[in-house]
């Protein structure tokens, strides 16, 4: 689904990313790790065209991409979470599950029932305003309002990033149902380990904008991959 080579991305004249290749597929969780301030959240900016990239090649369901806007990825199938989660807090629960409408044709602007189904919270909430809810059920809001948009690669930065251990647990259980739907194809940035191993099928450890190690689950063992991300 996803193949980028030789990727690179600058703010300014400091360049960020430095050549990163990486391949998701669908039906696979690929996971990027490493310590902060190493471009993972930048290397998803690019993928998302929220941040365009300086040099490399992007193919995307076998389409070769150019530097195109965010919503035009967006209407390709990238589905974007991005990390703090970005809800519209003024807007109900059912207005921003709403805003990922903008990708679809009129005939499917409905919220389907499996949303709800995924996170039952927010059928319970549809009413409340996105700044009234919990960090929990506000990231639930944000990979919800992704799923909205039917994604072909769905972009996760750091979903665990201040919640609470049970809903955690929830979140992990929606990727590892959408991984095993085999309908898309998952990147996963994720600084907890214990969380991104159990998911992963797939690892690249970058470290100062390049890749360290990269490799499926029966390549690199577990306690390689931790000495990697470690400081």
């Given at each position: 689904m996803l193949n980028i080579e030789n990727l690179t991305l600058h703010y300014g004249q400091s360049q960020i990313l430095k050549g990163i290749s990486l391949e998701a597929d669908v039906g696979q969780v690929t996971c990027v790790m490493g310590t902060n301030g190493v471009g993972k959240t930048s290397l998803l900016k690019a993928i998302s065209g929220v941040h365009h990239r300086s040099g490399g090649d992007y193919t995307l369901d076998g389409q070769a991409i150019g530097r195109i806007p965010a919503h035009q990825l967006a209407a390709r199938g990238v589905g974007y979470v991005p990390q703090g989660r970005d809800i519209f807090?003024?807007?109900?629960?059912?207005?921003?599950?709403?805003?990922?409408?903008?990708?679809?044709?009129?005939?499917?602007?409905?919220?389907?029932?499996?949303?709800?189904?995924?996170?039952?919270?927010?059928?319970?909430?549809?009413?409340?305003?996105?700044?009234?809810?919990?960090?929990?059920?506000?990231?639930?809001?944000?990979?919800?309002?992704?799923?909205?948009?039917?994604?072909?690669?769905?972009?996760?930065?750091?979903?665990?990033?201040?919640?609470?251990?049970?809903?955690?647990?929830?979140?992990?259980?929606?990727?590892?149902?959408?991984?095993?739907?085999?309908?898309?194809?998952?990147?996963?940035?994720?600084?907890?380990?214990?969380?991104?191993?159990?998911?992963?099928?797939?690892?690249?450890?970058?470290?100062?904008?390049?890749?360290?190690?990269?490799?499926?689950?029966?390549?690199?063992?577990?306690?390689l991959l931790r000495e990697a991300v470690s400081v």
């Open positions: 807090p003024l807007l109900t629960v059912t207005e921003n599950l709403e805003t990922g409408f903008a990708c679809l044709p009129r005939s499917e602007h409905k919220i389907p029932d499996h949303i709800y189904e995924l996170f039952p919270v927010l059928k319970d909430m549809r009413n409340r305003r996105g700044g009234d809810l919990s960090g929990g059920q506000q990231q639930q809001l944000s990979i919800a309002r992704a799923l909205i948009t039917r994604p072909k690669l769905l972009l996760l930065d750091e979903p665990t990033e201040g919640i609470q251990p049970n809903i955690i647990q929830q979140i992990g259980r929606v990727i590892a149902l959408l991984r095993d739907e085999g309908k898309m194809a998952i990147v996963l940035v994720e600084q907890y380990f214990e969380f991104a191993y159990g998911l992963a099928d797939r690892f690249c450890v970058i470290e100062r904008g390049e890749v360290k190690l990269a490799g499926d689950r029966e390549s690199l063992s577990k306690e």
